[in-house]
Nanobody, 115 residues
Framework: QVQLVESGGGLVQPGGSLRLSCAASGSIFSIYTMDWYRQAPGKQRRLVAT???????NYADSVKGRSTISRDNAKNTVYLQMNSLKPEDTAAYYC?????????WGQGTQVTVSS
């Protein structure tokens, strides 16, 4: 059973920064691709960033240049550093991975960008 636990969300002013964390259970974290998704109220959940087991990264256009996904395999943790935050970044952010064809999600962490 895989468990994902996000943290690091909060209220931040436009232009500010946050670092989200996602801690995963299990000893084989390092071999899996990890993703961050976000979902704003009334909108679909959308992919924000991906990091493969080898460290290759990919970003949605909406966050490219402002966000960095990284992972620490020793800590079974994936991070999302978000800078120059905008009100449109307001959403619940979810960690995600697929293990043996099964999708796992965290409970989400809320990011609110407002002055």
């Amino acid at each position: 059973q895989v468990q994902l636990v996000e943290s690091g969300g909060g209220l931040v002013q436009p232009g500010g920064s946050l670092r989200l964390s996602c801690a995963a259970s299990g000893s084989i974290f390092s071999i899996y691709t990890m993703d961050w998704y976000r979902q704003a109220p009334g909108k679909q959940r959308r992919l924000v960033a991906t990091i493969t087991s080898g460290g290759r990264t990919n970003y949605a256009d909406s966050v490219k240049g402002r966000s960095t996904i990284s992972r620490d395999n020793a800590k079974n943790t994936v991070y999302l550093q978000m800078n120059s935050l905008k009100p449109e970044d307001t959403a619940a952010y979810y960690c995600h991975m697929v293990v043996a064809g099964r999708h796992y999600w965290g409970q989400g962490t809320q990011v609110t960008v407002s002055s």
